[in-house]
């Protein structure tokens, strides 16, 4: 038998046992927006915003605004904005408009 701790699944009487994750908490910032463009898998270029200190419904209502300027597609994800494409530009704009400190990061 394996000592290892058995994660428990499913139980008679119960059902289906889930796991509760974590919510992930909104990293402190020094109160400046960064953009950086990364690439991903495929060759993909996606830009990335990070440090706008809004809670996570607010987060995905900024993240829909801008996806709709750029006119191109993305996500949320761990308090960070993706955007596909090269995008700084057009996302530094729009920050600053909304009253941001935008930096472009990276190279």
């Known amino acids: 038998m394996n000592d290892e701790r058995s994660t428990l699944v499913f139980a008679t ?4 046992i889930k796991e ?4 992930a908490e909104r990293p402190q910032g020094d109160g400046v927006v960064r953009i950086q463009l990364k690439r991903m898998g ?3 270029m996606v830009s990335v915003v990070v440090g706008i200190p809004l809670d996570e419904n607010e987060l ?3 993240a829909r605004t801008l996806k ?10 761990d308090f960070a904005i993706e955007i596909q494409g090269d ?4 996302l530094k704009a729009e920050l600053e408009k909304k009253g941001y400190t935008v930096k472009l990061a990276g190279g």
Request: glycine fraction near 24%; include cysteine; charge should be positive.
């Open 13 to 16: 009487g119960i059902g289906r």
């Open 42 to 44: 495929g060759g993909k």
């Open 68 to 77: 709709q300027k750029c006119g191109v597609g993305g996500s949320v994800k």
């Open 87 to 90: 995008k700084r530009n057009v």
């Open 60 to 62: 995905k209502d900024l």
């Open 20 to 23: 509760e994750k974590p919510k």
